[in-house]
C-alpha cells in the first residue's frame, strides 16, 4: 500500500486511513499495543500508550511493507 503523499488523491487517502483503522481495532494489533505498555511501564519510559502505540502500528506497517516485498520479488 505504501506511505501516503501529500498529491495523493483523496480517495487512496481514505483507503489508506480505513487500513488502518482496521489495523488499529483487530486483536493482534491490541495485543501487541498492550504487550509494548506492560514492557514500558516496567521500563518507566515516558508517554506509555502513545509511544506503544506508535510502536505497535509501525511494527504492523512494517510487517506489511516486507510481505508486500516478498511477494514482489517472487512474482519476478
Known amino acids: 500500500m505504501g506511505y501516503p503523499r501529500?498529491?495523493?488523491p483523496e480517495e487512496e487517502v481514505k483507503r489508506w486511513l480505513n487500513h488502518?483503522?482496521?489495523i488499529c481495532v483487530s486483536e493482534?494489533?491490541?495485543s501487541?499495543?498492550?504487550e509494548l505498555e506492560?514492557?514500558?511501564v516496567k521500563s518507566n519510559m515516558?508517554?506509555?500508550r502513545i509511544t506503544a502505540f506508535q510502536d505497535a502500528?509501525?511494527?504492523f506497517l512494517a510487517q506489511e511493507e516486507d510481505e508486500n516485498r516478498t511477494y514482489q520479488s517472487r512474482s519476478c
Open 6 to 8: 501529500y498529491d495523493t
Open 20 to 22: 488502518i483503522a482496521l
Open 28 to 30: 493482534e494489533f491490541q
Open 32 to 34: 501487541l499495543k498492550r
Open 38 to 40: 506492560s514492557l514500558y
Open 46 to 48: 515516558d508517554n506509555v
Open 57 to 59: 502500528l509501525y511494527a
